[in-house]
């Protein structure tokens, strides 16, 4: 299966997705989109194929949203993309790729569902919280 995680290794859902897919036995191609940025192409099709729009996939905390006036809701889209291509911190993550589909894996068990094969368990987040039991089944 091919996987692909648009990652920042500095982001701890980020890096809880990321152990998920190596946990179910894929190596995906890891893209730290901060270095490499983004293309408008690019971010329209990841938007499209996620049914997410700027404004959903747009990061508010941790990043300069508020300070480059982008939480007011007149801001349009195309002047939010501008600014993700500006500041690639601004693109919510993770966002994988999988022949299953295409989500932004918020919560990192959001994850599970684009995967063919689940992790064994037991299987946490960095926090501590449970995601798959012993018997390899979803915690809710």
Do not use: F, M
């Given at each position: 299966m091919s996987v692909v995680i648009h990652h920042n290794p500095a982001c701890g859902t980020?890096?809880?997705?990321?152990?998920?897919?190596r946990a179910s036995g894929?190596?995906?191609?890891?893209?730290?989109?901060?270095?490499?940025?983004?293309?408008?192409?690019?971010?329209l099709a990841l938007f499209a194929a996620a049914d997410l729009?700027?404004?959903?996939?747009?990061?508010?905390?941790?990043?300069?949203a508020k300070e480059l006036g982008l939480l007011d809701p007149a801001v349009s889209d195309?002047?939010?993309?501008d600014h993700m291509?500006?500041?690639?911190v601004l693109v919510?993550?993770?966002?994988?790729?999988?022949?299953?589909?295409v989500k932004l894996c918020r919560p990192s068990e959001a994850v599970l569902d684009l995967l063919d094969q689940?992790?064994?368990g037991p299987l946490?987040?960095?926090d501590g919280e449970m995601i798959l039991n012993e018997k390899g089944e979803r915690v809710d």
């Open positions: 980020s890096r809880n997705v990321l152990e998920i897919i894929a190596e995906p191609v890891v893209i730290d989109y901060l270095n490499t940025g983004w293309t408008r192409p690019q971010l729009t700027p404004r959903t996939a747009l990061r508010t905390s941790k990043s300069p195309d002047v939010l993309l291509l500006e500041h690639p919510n993550r993770p966002i994988v790729c999988t022949p299953k589909g689940l992790p064994k946490y987040k960095e």
